[in-house]
């Protein structure tokens, strides 16, 4: 993956001034759109697209110190109108590109470089494990991102749950774990920078049809899922599982991304500092 990264980060370099599309480029490189999306951020703490965006920008002002015509380097990025350009480049710059060419303001960003930084020597624990195709039935609401923390969104979504709505789901709950999970889809692209939000869902899992009004159905294709088991403090502890599996395990592993929802599950007791959880993201091989 990381190297993959790198033959991308010098692909955009030799086509700046082209059109390019996520899944173009994705395919240069052997990944999946879904995947490189979803693993791009957590890696470079920015999505692919605002990356692209930036490095055009970044480009174009170093042209307009060179004296060249901002006409010229508006179409040439891509802009179709000086307009649209000068709003873009005052946007990320906070000047507008003629008081760069008369001022020689410079402002970067540099091309990113991807390597792998050794933290501790510490193992993540996982397995791998196939699935047969499921349905999740639950109640869902639309939620702002959040890596650290209780989502208060999440929690007010949790403390909505009617009585007779925890009986049907328990009734219709017949595939492991047999409790409440969280499933989280629709993400976002900006997702991976604490930006946009996503569809969660608290629900659970069967291979039964919803015929409950008041629940909401979604199914999950049979997929081979990378399983990750944890126990700590609640919510740090999955948390940061969650997070060192996309800047640690993806990176390093021999497995991709499956679009499909990402699941967790805790077993809540009276210890809230030593809880069990688990995630589930579905994946394939390389």
Known sequence: ??????????????????????????????????????????????????????????????ELIDGEKVTEIA???????????????????????????????????????????????????????????????GITKVVPIQFEGENNAIQELAQSITESQRNEMRELGDVYPYQFLNASYNFDE?????????????????????????????????NTWAIFPNQGSFPTTLQETWGKIYSEWLPDSNYELVKAPEISFTKFDNNQNNLYSEIWIAVKEK
């Open 75 to 137: 179409f040439k990025y891509g802009y179709q109108s000086i307009d649209g350009f000068s709003r873009a480049f005052r946007d990320w710059s906070g000047y507008l590109p003629s008081e760069v060419s008369e001022n020689k303001v410079q402002k970067s960003f540099p091309k990113l470089t991807f390597y792998i930084d050794v933290k501790g020597g510490s193992s993540m624990e996982f397995r791998i494990e196939k699935k047969d195709k499921f349905n999740l039935v």
């Open 1 to 62: 993956m990381i190297q993959n990264l790198n033959q991308l980060m010098d692909y955009i370099e030799e086509h700046l001034t082209e059109e390019m599309s996520i899944g173009k480029v994705a395919k240069t490189v052997g990944i999946s759109e879904y995947h490189l999306k979803r693993t791009f951020s957590f890696i470079a703490g920015i999505s692919l697209s605002q990356y692209i965006k930036k490095r055009k920008l970044a480009s174009a002002n170093v």
């Open 190 to 222: 900006e997702r991976l920078e604490e930006k946009g939000n996503l569809t969660h869902m608290i629900g659970y899992a069967t291979t039964k049809r919803n015929h409950y009004s008041d629940l909401e159905q979604t199914s999950v294709e049979s």
